[in-house]
């Protein structure tokens, strides 16, 4: 997953946290739509839209990815 942008677009206000969240879990995640208002059909097309251009979560594998995307030197031992 593309944090590094995930991170930048949800600063900048391009990914809304009042309407779209990242579900992460220990093997991986998604992302949701939070705004009850919207149809299926759309949720579907705003889900697959932001997980083609940021890919997939790999749940807790990802942490050092995050933090490396947030500009701390980690890494996995």
């Given amino acids: 997953m593309d944090y590094e ?3 930048k677009d949800f600063n900048n206000g391009t990914i809304d946290p009042t309407k779209i969240q990242l579900v992460l879990d220990n ?3 998604y992302w949701s739509c939070i705004n009850e208002d919207i149809e299926d059909d759309q949720r579907d ?6 997980e083609d251009k940021y890919g997939e979560p790999g749940g807790y594998r990802d942490i050092v990815n ?5 500009g701390v030197n980690a890494d996995w031992c």
Avoid at 45 to 50: F, G, N
């Fill in 66 to 70: 995050v933090l490396n995307a947030a």
């Fill in 45 to 50: 097309a705003i889900t697959k839209a932001l």
């Fill in 5 to 7: 942008n995930v991170i």
């Fill in 27 to 29: 093997d991986g995640g």
